[in-house]
């Protein structure tokens, strides 16, 4: 398997527009996990799907974000209007059933 | 708040050289994970430990739970070059999904 797959590798875009972040997670898993990334905040959970579902969006920052899991083999993660603190790195993540998680390398966001 | 604190905060040691890592919490968690991270990719497990006072060991690395699971600690003897990345902790408490990380050691083994 090619583990969990993340596009783009790398963003970058002007302040106020919209930016999608991309996951493939890996075939089989039931939960998937939203991540971001930063020197001052370390790793912070996002929003966790379980069977496409959302079930915690409790770390979601603002309605600036959202998610979504249309079906077991795609999420996107997106903020509209992006903001320069919005710029970090994020992760997906998947899982089977609440056990190891597996991450993505990852998309490097920088917003200007 | 910073719930798992992780020191120290940075580490440049030299090849062969023992070395211990921290992850302190003043709350109690049900289990405790460590994960590796490297530059430009995601964190990857190393081990998890569930009860007070586990002791595990992965190669040269040994994996410690605090007898009340509000700390642990990672001590990786006679490092190598290949050793260099980022040790992140992280705790779980009930649900096992969601997991709270602390900011991470970042580990330098020169040759």
């Known amino acids: 398997d090619a583990g969990v797959i993340q596009s783009p ?24 996990f939203w991540y971001r990334q930063t020197m001052m905040r370390g790793l912070e959970l996002l929003i966790y ?22 079906n077991a083999s795609f999420s996107t993660l997106k903020i509209q209007p992006s903001e320069p ?9 998947s ?18 | 708040t910073q719930l798992l604190e992780q020191s120290p905060q940075f580490l440049s040691i030299q090849e062969g050289e023992n070395l211990t890592v921290y992850c ?20 990857v497990l190393l081990v998890t430990v569930v009860t007070g006072g586990e002791v595990k060991k992965l190669k040269r690395l ?7 699971r509000k700390d642990s600690s990672l001590h990786i003897t006679a ?5 260099t990345g980022l040790y992140l902790c992280a705790g779980g408490r ?3 999904y969601k997991l709270t990380f602390g900011k991470g050691t970042l580990l330098t083994v020169n040759p």
Not at chain 2, 62 to 68: E, M, R, S
Not at chain 2, 79 to 83: F, S, V, Y
Request: net charge negative; proline share 6%.
């Open chain 1, 49 to 70: 799907f379980n069977n496409n579902v959302p079930i915690d969006d409790s770390g979601m920052p603002e309605d600036r974000f959202s998610a979504k899991m249309p």
């Open chain 2, 24 to 43: 302190n919490s003043s709350s109690v968690f049900s289990s405790l994970q460590w994960y590796r991270q490297e530059p430009g990719e995601g964190p």
């Open chain 2, 62 to 68: 040994t994996f410690q739970f605090g007898d009340a």
């Open chain 1, 85 to 93: 603190r919005d710029s970090a790195v994020y992760f997906c993540a």
């Open chain 2, 94 to 96: 009930g649900s096992n």
């Open chain 1, 9 to 32: 590798r790398h963003e970058v875009t002007e302040m106020g527009q919209e930016v999608t972040l991309r996951c493939k997670p890996i075939s089989g898993h039931n939960s998937l």
């Open chain 2, 79 to 83: 490092a190598q070059p290949g050793d």
């Open chain 1, 95 to 112: 899982s089977e059933a609440n056990t190891e998680a597996f991450f993505g390398q990852g998309t490097r966001l920088t917003v200007v």
